[in-house]
């Protein structure tokens, strides 16, 4: 059944949220079991749409998996299978992060192609040119990744761009080969480090984390282990962008703010104050007059795109002209339709959109096309006059736990309904219950 979150015109956010583990650090962890065999414990998982289908992947090839509370039980023990098909991958590009690990332990893996997605063509042409750098075969056919080898071997890699997920493939790949492999200029983002802590906890031998070049000793098998997933730097920004939209004040719990810092700065010069302390940061906007600030996407640590369409909400809502650039998905802007919608006055040119605040928008049905463009109108609902019905909200089920009891917390009351009776008199069903 389809349906729609109904925002409701809102108050200041007033609370606190706990924020839950990312599903950006969780999915690398996942693929990583397949790297033993044994029985590996992920904790601080949160109950996603995407955690599901990397579940069916894996258990696709064999594991099981059980998700109890936040703590995820992967039983590789006998999971030999080496096909990842279409009709999962396809729901999920990170089903990409299997390649990897099946290649290395299984010396073979067939995987998909993911394709494009809703803000442009998203390449795996250097997840595949770094398995070739390890000795792999790979060859395209019928839609598939065909790679196979021997036992892979270690070579140096250097990324001509910074890729988090190519980064995670050649870890996975590369610490099972023989011999030693450096990735130089490799990714260095937060769920990156946490994939090393696993892989090196399970027995891997890799050095240089948190810098962009790391040394990988291969090893010979590795062993189950566990770990606790980081938290979620982009659900926990996306609630105090909502703060600073709405005026309001906001504590995210169980945050590491060093994660944050960009986005920090960013709301500093907005006007509005912000404090951390060790697990978590408050932002405070009541009574302050918050002015526009220009960002420009790029890798960590660096503005992270994955907060740019909410931080474009947040521009749009604040008087005066600012500037969002996107250097990581020059095209990520299929929110701007929406938001325009919405009452929003913004002109994309290349990878740069312009908008000039409007003091307010006004209630419309809008559609989130992925993700983070859903949670950008979520928050333009905020603050939109009446309510905002927001449809295709499947995507929002990918990556934000609770959305509907964490807001319920900050004193916003978001509905869920079928989508063919949005006028909310029918229908409505209590939101915690849908959202677990
Ligand atoms: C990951 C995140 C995604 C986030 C993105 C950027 C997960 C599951 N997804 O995606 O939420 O938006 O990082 O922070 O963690 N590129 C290539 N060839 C490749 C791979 C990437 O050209 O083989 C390019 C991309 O087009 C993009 C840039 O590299 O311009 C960065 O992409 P990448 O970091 O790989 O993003 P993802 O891992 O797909």
């Known amino acids: 059944m389809?349906?729609?979150?109904?925002?409701?015109?809102?108050?200041?956010?007033?609370?606190?949220?706990?924020?839950?583990?990312a599903k950006n650090a969780v999915l690398p962890l996942m693929a990583a079991t397949l790297l033993c065999r044994g029985t590996s414990i992920i904790n601080n998982v949160p109950q996603l749409d995407d955690v599901d289908t990397m579940a069916d992947v894996l258990r696709y090839l064999g594991a099981k998996v059980e998700l109890q509370g936040s703590r995820l039980t992967i039983d590789t023990r006998e999971c030999d299978g080496y096909q990842a098909p279409y009709h999962l991958v396809t729901k999920m590009r990170a089903s990409i992060y299997v390649l990897g690990p099946l290649l290395a332990r299984l010396g073979q893996a067939s995987v998909a192609l993911p394709g494009g997605c809703a803000w442009g063509p998203r390449?795996?042409?250097?997840?595949?040119?770094?398995?070739q750098a390890l000795s792999a075969k790979v060859e395209l056919s019928h839609g598939n990744i065909h790679a196979h080898a021997g036992r892979l071997k270690g070579a140096d890699f250097t990324f001509p761009i910074s890729s988090v997920g190519a980064t995670v493939n050649l870890l996975l790949a590369a610490v099972l080969a023989d011999g030693t492999t450096r990735l130089f200029n490799a990714a260095i983002e937060p769920e990156i480090d946490n994939l090393v802590d696993q892989l090196n906890a399970m027995g891997a031998q890799i050095f240089g984390k948190g810098s962009n070049t790391l040394v990988i000793e291969g090893v010979a098998e590795l062993q189950a282990a566990e770990i606790d997933a980081i938290a979620d730097r982009i659900e926990a920004g996306t609630y105090l962008i909502a703060a600073a939209i709405t005026k309001g004040k906001l504590t995210v719990k169980q945050v590491q703010p060093s994660h944050l810092t960009a986005l920090i700065d960013s709301l500093t010069a907005t006007g509005a104050l912000v404090y951390c302390e060790d697990d978590s940061i408050t932002l405070d906007a009541q009574r302050r007059t918050l002015k526009p600030i220009s960002i420009k996407t790029g890798p960590y640590p660096l503005f992270a795109t994955d907060l740019q369409p909410q931080w474009m909400?947040?521009?749009?809502?604040?008087?005066?002209?600012?500037?969002?650039?996107?250097?990581?998905y020059p095209e990520?802007?299929?929110?701007?339709a929406e938001l325009c919608r919405l009452g929003a006055n913004i002109r994309v040119k290349g990878n740069t959109a312009s908008i000039i605040g409007t003091p307010s928008l006004s209630g419309a049905p809008v559609k989130a096309s992925d993700l983070r463009a859903g949670a950008a109108l979520i928050l333009a609902g905020l603050i939109a006059t009446e309510h905002t019905d927001i449809s295709d909200i499947h995507h929002l089920d990918r990556g934000y736990q609770n959305l509907i009891g964490k807001f319920a917390n900050l004193g916003v009351t978001i509905h869920r309904h079928a989508s063919h009776t949005t006028d909310c008199q029918t229908k409505t069903t209590p939101l915690l219950s849908l959202c677990g």
């Open 332 to 336: 990520r802007f299929q929110h701007v």
């Open 2 to 21: 389809k349906e729609v979150y109904q925002v409701p015109a809102s108050q200041s956010l007033q609370g606190d949220v706990i924020i839950s583990g």
């Open 313 to 328: 909400t947040l521009c749009v809502s604040l008087a005066g002209v600012s500037q969002v650039t996107d250097t990581v």
């Open 123 to 131: 390449p795996v042409d250097l997840h595949i040119a770094g398995m």
